[in-house]
């Protein structure tokens, strides 16, 4: 497949997604990898395929004792650098392919053997050192090309329809606060519906939420959206993750981040906040899924100057 954004950094994939010594499969621009992490936290990366006679890697397990990924056909053992490792000894060179990685902290980076176009966004650290992480979820492939997926992120409309049954939308304004490049920083101002006491019982996020919200958003094209709530009990920052898994798939997941006012909300809320943002990409999802085929909108709505501005960059990458 023609490479998306080549150049880009894509963010493949939080430690906490990789469990020790065990192989982890990820596709990026068609081509799929095979990751692992140590006992000591370093992580490696090798092209998927065995170089022999083309076995899926990820496929076979990991020999703690030489930190070597070991083919599940003819128990070949490569080294996180794709040195064969036989008979006591490590090949001179790279036979399997390695994958260069960048780690920031919990976070595992690559341009996908692509020259460098964009840095490493220091946002994702900034949140990072200053939140508490709260997890991983949401993770999963969206039948759906990149600019599509890209976009519903950008859309500050969709949620009076596609979110309707959750959040409950009245109205919402969204305006640009800052723009520069790459990087943009939106407000948003949400007007929601009351939820009965059931309601928020079962979901106990949704009596977090005042009756009006000023929310903002802050986006590093093209990898990265967070979601910043702020109200009285909670902040929290949602990191929405994108990168292209092939010309018509795109592989998501969210970090979510949270300060809360005391360590009572943070046990009661923690696992409502993971599956109320499961449920919003669950959501996106089935629309992305449902589209037809694109073509030119015959209809401008408000807030679309910020769907415009993701478009721009992507179309002249």
């Known amino acids: 497949m023609k490479p998306i954004l080549p150049g880009a950094p894509w963010l493949i994939a939080h430690r906490s997604m990789l469990s020790m010594n065990q192989p982890h499969k990820i596709t990026l ?5 095979v990751l692992w992490q140590d006992t000591d936290g370093q992580v490696y990366a090798l092209n998927n395929v065995c170089p022999h006679l083309q076995a899926p890697l990820s496929d076979g397990w ?3 004792e030489r930190n070597t990924i070991v083919c599940p056909f003819q128990v070949l053992e490569f080294d996180g650098s794709g040195r064969l490792h036989q008979d006591g000894k490590l090949s001179a060179q790279a036979i399997a392919q390695p994958l260069e990685l960048i780690a920031t902290g919990d976070l595992i980076w690559t341009y996908g053997g692509f020259e460098p176009r964009l840095p490493i966004p220091a946002l994702h650290q900034q949140v990072a050192e200053e939140y508490d992480f709260i997890g991983v979820t949401a993770e999963r492939s969206i039948h759906c090309d990149f600019l599509r997926s890209l976009l519903i992120n950008y859309d500050h409309n969709h949620q009076n329809g596609t979110h309707r049954e959750m959040f409950r939308v009245k109205s919402c304004r969204a305006e640009f606060v800052e723009q520069d490049g790459i990087y943009a920083k939106v407000a948003q101002t949400v007007e929601v519906a009351d939820y009965t006491s059931e309601e928020i019982e079962a979901n106990p996020t949704l009596g977090t939420f005042p009756k ?4 903002f958003l802050e986006y590093v094209f093209p990898s990265s959206q967070f979601f910043c709530l702020n109200t009285p009990d909670i902040q929290t920052y949602q990191g929405h993750i994108l990168y292209p898994e092939t010309e018509n798939q795109t592989r998501t997941f969210i970090l979510l981040y949270a300060k809360f006012k005391s360590p009572e909300l943070k046990t009661m809320l923690q696992e409502s906040l993971l599956q109320t943002a499961a449920v919003v990409v669950d959501q996106d999802t089935r629309c992305l899924e449902r589209l037809y085929p ?11 100057e910020i769907m415009s501005y993701a478009e721009k960059l992507y179309r002249d990458w």
Do not use: A, T
Not at 29 to 33: E, P
Not at 212 to 215: G, I, S, T
Not at 294 to 304: A, T, V
């Open 29 to 33: 621009n068609g081509q799929d990898y």
């Open 212 to 215: 009006v919200m000023q929310n």
């Open 62 to 64: 990991i020999c703690q």
């Open 294 to 304: 694109r073509q030119q909108p015959k209809i401008r709505l408000p807030n679309e």
